[in-house]
């Protein structure tokens, strides 16, 4: 007690009232701190967002424009009944569709009007006519797609005598814009009226595919081993500072790996996606295991010995019982390195994964490109109309991330116990 007759823990003193002051002022301060961040964080997530969205959203439109075709009158020699049975492929692909939709395009808009339509707009004509034969035998009007710089006038980014071209074509109702199922479901072209996704998504799939089966068996594996029946010593301990160091080397650096042993010394085949997901898995595979082990440690003890004192053996006990609680946080764990894996554009150039493919892939040994490397082939690209498709993309592969996320949350939450 001092000589105010006060103890060092009365409550009550202006001292000890100015401390507890301090106290709560520090927590409001670091709560506020906290509320910031969070804040900014968003901040900075909704402006990515709105900015892709907005310089995006026109990439899933095009641009159409009605051609009239008189077909009795043009040059092409086609009979409908040819477009009947197994020689139908044959018949189109020898019929000059391209001179005759010049010629439509030129007669109707006068000279020069071919170049108000995309490069492959006599592809619309063709695959018309393949639909129905009995165009042939009149004239037809047919939605064809416009060229880039009427494109770009549509969505009111182009110059003065596109955007006149495009109010004469609109004033004429020969025009029209709307949702575009050539991006969804086509591959890479030298127009941008004609570009799609579908190649790059489907080798990004097939990529991820090849991907998770490599990396996922042999990371479970090897956690399991390193938690459950490797010896404590100096090998197990190097073992561990490698794995904890391959998780943090960069990406380029496997590419390199995969070039060198993939290509050079295995000689599989260059841009496929067997190529690809071996790379990956390199780069996977130490994310796996470390999220693996982490799980396996976080399994009560009372588990194992529970299971041996009923007579199971090591084996059962790790994976009847071990595993399957693990088995959350190793799909989290698992999933979350896919998601960066997907992403990765270093070293899947590295291994050639940057050709032009014209067409989706149809397995793991065909050539293929994947989602960040067409993103980044369209930006170096000199037309305007790629800027708008590069973004499209862009939240292509934002939701796919976001789905994959997402999917690792759910099977968190799902298979998640709780001691």
């Known amino acids: 007690m001092n000589s105010a007759g006060r103890t060092p823990t009365d409550w009550k003193s ?6 507890i002051a301090r106290r709560y002022a520090a927590e409001r301060r670091f709560r506020l701190l906290g509320l910031a961040s969070v804040l900014l964080s968003a901040g900075f997530l909704a402006f990515l967002l709105f900015t892709m969205i907005g310089n995006g959203w026109r990439g899933f439109t095009q641009t159409d424009i009605k051609l009239s075709v008189d077909f009795p009158a043009s040059t092409l020699i086609l009979d409908p009944a040819a477009l009947e049975g197994f ?21 109707q808009f006068g000279e020069g009007g071919a170049r108000m339509l995309s490069d492959g707009a006599w592809l619309a004509v063709r695959d018309a006519v393949a639909a129905k034969p009995d165009l042939l035998s009149g004239k037809a009007n047919i939605w064809v797609p416009a060229a880039t710089a009427i494109d770009l006038a549509a969505k009111g980014s182009a110059d003065r005598d596109s955007e006149a071209a495009y109010a004469r074509l609109d004033a004429a109702d020969a025009v029209r814009t709307q949702f575009s199922t050539t991006f969804l479901t086509g591959a890479d072209a030298t127009d941008p009226t004609l570009v799609g996704i579908w190649g790059a998504f489907k080798g990004s799939l097939i990529t991820m595919i090849a991907t998770v089966l490599i990396a996922f068996p042999i990371g479970v594996l090897s956690a399991l081993y390193l938690e459950e029946y490797a010896p404590r010593n100096r090998w197990t301990d190097l073992i561990e500072v490698s794995i904890n160091n391959l998780a943090a080397v960069p990406s380029i650096i496997f590419g390199l790996l995969g070039l060198a042993v993939f290509l050079n010394f295995m000689h599989l085949p260059r841009s496929a996606p067997i190529v690809g997901g071996l790379t990956l898995a390199l780069m996977t595979m130490p994310v796996i295991v470390i999220a693996g082990r982490n799980a396996i440690k976080a399994v009560p003890p009372s588990i194992r010995d529970a299971a041996l004192g009923i007579g199971a053996s090591r084996v059962q006990v790790v994976f009847h019982h071990v595993l399957p609680l693990a088995l959350p946080g190793i799909l989290t764990g698992t999933i979350i390195g896919m998601a960066r894996a997907l992403g990765e554009t270093a070293p899947l150039l590295m291994i050639g994964m940057r050709a032009f493919i ?7 040994t065909e050539p293929a490109t994947v989602l960040p490397v067409q993103i980044f082939l369209w930006s170096d690209e000199v037309s305007r109309g790629f800027v708008e498709k590069t973004s499209a993309a862009i939240i292509v592969l934002l939701v796919f991330l976001l789905a994959m996320n997402g999917l690792a949350i759910y099977l968190r939450n799902k298979f998640e116990t709780r001691w």
Request: glycine fraction near 18%.
């Open 358 to 364: 014209s067409q989706p892939p149809g397995g793991m």
């Open 14 to 19: 202006g001292a000890m009232q100015r401390r």
């Open 87 to 107: 020689g139908a492929r044959q018949a189109l692909a020898g019929a000059d569709f391209e001179g005759v939709t010049a010629a439509a395009a030129d007669e």
